[in-house]
């Protein structure tokens, strides 16, 4: 079993007013040390293979064709193995 | 200037439809080795400040505050130099 995590990110120069509306919320709330915000999303997919090439390769293709819209958003993956425990907790 | 990078994903047993629906379209696309996909959201602030500490303080309050739901999701928190380009290009 194998861990993908997808960062999808708007591409540069792309208008983010999600995340303009977060910095302007974060000024009124204090954080006037905040100069910009950009939202993306950030996707985990378990994969039941132990193909770390042919895993890539799998999700570059999901990127390509549904997790991101290539028009405007860019993507990272990483692979990583499944048993460990989730890299965010 | 440093930048935070700020990954905000449900708590494990929070049910998460929008990975649901996205698992089954990718398995619906010939994708059958994904098993989970779980959706969560990656935020990228730049911070006009070089106090890392204090960075990471900050961005733990926006979180508790407005980024995150703390009720349902949790949150991991980076802070690296904003000088070197985005991580994810």
Same mark, same amino acid.
């Given at each position: 079993?194998?861990?993908? $995590?997808?960062?999808? &990110?708007?591409?540069?120069?792309?208008? *983010?007013?999600?995340?303009?509306?977060?910095? /302007?919320?974060?000024?009124?709330?204090?954080? /006037?040390?905040?100069?910009?915000?950009?939202?993306?999303?950030?996707? +985990? %997919? *378990?994969?039941?293979? +132990? *193909? !770390?090439? /042919?895993?890539?390769?799998?999700?570059? !293709?999901?990127? #390509? /064709?549904? %997790?991101?819209?290539?028009?405007? +958003? *860019?993507?990272?993956? +990483?692979?990583? #193995?499944?048993?460990? &425990?989730? $890299?965010?907790?």
């Amino acid at each position: 079993m194998l861990r993908a $995590s997808v960062y999808v &990110t708007l591409r540069p120069g792309i208008l *983010d007013p999600q995340g303009e509306t977060i910095r /302007a919320s974060l000024q009124r709330l204090g954080h /006037a040390e905040v100069e910009a915000v950009r939202v993306g999303k950030y996707l +985990e %997919l *378990d994969l039941r293979t +132990e *193909d !770390r090439n /042919a895993a890539e390769q799998s999700v570059t !293709r999901m990127c #390509d /064709a549904l %997790l991101a819209n290539p028009v405007i +958003e *860019d993507y990272a993956i +990483e692979i990583m #193995d499944g048993e460990s &425990t989730c $890299s965010l907790e």
